[in-house]
């Protein structure tokens, strides 16, 4: 009897919410990446700086890893390069401008020079043991950016890669027939960005938002302080030729901004005639009139330059009566509140602000509703996995897929972690492999858990009391020391600390304990502070035996 062979496709990230994004596609002994990116958390993830994938599937399964594909140079799409490369040394497949941001990254981690790193364009083929892999350009808010053809003997699976249909787009169109042709030879199952499945119609073309960022930079007398993603490439070059028809001199701060203005004037596709650019400490040197500044912190990042600009703190930019500051982004959902509070200081400051409600300067560069059915048109895949967006934006995308003629029982929204076994005629869920988030904190990968992010977060609600007891043998020979941070304020407390002063003495007196005093102090300590006050802060007992210390 012949068993039938079929394609396994994994996602580890990017299934019911806006990040990490990482896909994997199986066939036989040959497993194919796209994407490696990260999550930025919000503010119940204290401490937390990045949240990665979890790779236990790869690592274990590290002899079937063929490549990493990269589909764009967003760090939700390659922000996570560097802490898979440190699990898994794979090739590294990507466009010109990716590429570069990789290199920047890997370099900063010290794994540049191991790393196994190739450029791709649309023209390039990867041919693998049973798979191959091609690409075709897409439009999106930043250059080079693909989607992936993974060809494998029983069909054709399809990434579209984040995108858009842009007819008038600043960077080079996005050639139909290739997509349409990869439709005709055949698409076995397709997974396809949900991010704007939610939004009528088709998105505004960047270079309608080139054209309003001119007429606005036009209007103004004052600085002008444009807050916007740095990897938005098209974006940084929209404001540099407005800036620069102006006749202003831009200058840009933050590590990001610094990193991707650098890289794109390597690399070409950020173009301005010698002289335009300043360093920040060269601003005072020119009239107002004649600024632009570019900045980091669009999502109200709280050590982005533009969270320091607004508090007063950056060490060359200050807000002056009459200074415009642009936001040439949208706040990403859970970022809303950050945002305001930015715009409220900015305000208090004295600058005009000016935002994508007021003001027709930003547009995403994800598709709308009618392009999404047109990327499903053009394919026509057997099979669809809504990919790269929250719950309810899969399922928006899974009945436009019905309005265009797909069976609901063909598509398929799945977890992260979750298995979709794809043969050449049916498909149907198959188990699910690891794919707990993983938090980055410093230096540490995945020694964050969820216990000590609750002790985080008590720590912030609540505070923490410390109670330092000192006794020689059975004799307590002074008065517990108590030490409080974020609970209450000593001095204003004292009836109340000497409260908890006698009941630690009193239990410490007891003949009755059994096993771990330092434990039975800290619960009684706890029940008596919540029973008082109602507050549950983290609460330290140590007891310090001087006989035994000596």
Known sequence: MTVEKNVKIIPLGGMGEIGKNMYLVEYEG???IVDSGV????????????????????????????????????EDHIGGVPFLLKKLNVPVFAGRLAMG???????????????????????????????????????????????????????????????????????????????????????????????????????????????????????QSGRIIVALFASNVFRLQQVIKASVACGRKVAYTGRSMER??????????????????????????YKNSELTILCTGSQGEPFAALSRIAEGKHRHIHIEEGDTIIFSSSPIPGNVLSVNRIINKLMKAGADVIDNKLYDIHTSGHGGQEELKLMLKLLNP????????????????????????IPEEDIFILDNGHVL?????????????????????????????????GER?????????????????EAIIRK????????????????????????????????????DIEKHLNSVISDFIYKRLKRSPIVVVKVIDVKKEK
């Open 30 to 32: 040959e497993i194919v």
């Open 39 to 74: 999550k930025f958390p919000d503010e119940e993830l204290r401490g937390v700086d990045y949240i990665i994938p979890d790779y236990t599937y790869l690592v274990k399964n590290a002899h079937k890893v063929k490549g990493l594909f990269i589909t764009h140079g967003h």
């Open 101 to 219: 941001f990789i290199r920047s990254k890997l370099d900063e981690h010290n794994l540049l020079r191991d790393a196994e790193l190739h450029e791709i364009t649309e023209e390039s083929t990867i041919n693998l043991e049973s798979l191959k892999v091609t690409f075709f350009r897409t439009t999106h808010s930043i250059p080079d950016s693909f989607g992936v053809v993974i060809h494998s003997p029983i069909g054709n699976i399809v990434h579209t890669g984040d995108f858009k249909f842009d007819l008038t787009p600043t960077g080079p169109e996005q050639d139909l027939s290739r997509v349409a042709k990869v439709g005709q030879e055949g698409v076995l199952c397709l997974l396809s960005d949900s991010t704007n499945s939610e939004v009528p119609g088709f998105s505004v073309s960047e270079k309608k938002i080139g054209q309003n960022i001119l007429d606005l930079v036009r209007k």
């Open 260 to 285: 991707a203005i650098s890289i794109g004037l390597e690399l070409g596709y950020i173009e301005a005639p010698s002289g335009t650019f300043i360093d920040p400490d060269e601003i005072s040197s």
């Open 382 to 405: 057997k099979f669809l996995v809504p990919i790269h967006g929250e719950y309810r934006m899969q399922k928006m995308h899974q009945t436009l897929a019905m309005e265009c003629f």
């Open 421 to 453: 076994n794809v043969s050449s005629d049916k498909a149907y869920p198959a188990g699910k492999v690891p794919a707990r988030s993983v938090y980055v904190d410093g230096n540490g990968i995945g020694d964050v858990g969820t216990s000590l992010l």
């Open 457 to 473: 977060k008590q720590l912030a609600d609540s505070g923490i009391i410390s109670i330092l007891i000192f006794k020689n043998g």
């Open 480 to 515: 517990p020391q108590i030490i409080s941070r974020g609970f209450v304020y000593l001095r204003e407390s004292n009836d109340f600390i000497v409260e908890i002063e006698a009941l630690a003495a009193a239990v410490i007196r007891e003949d009755k304990i059994v096993g």
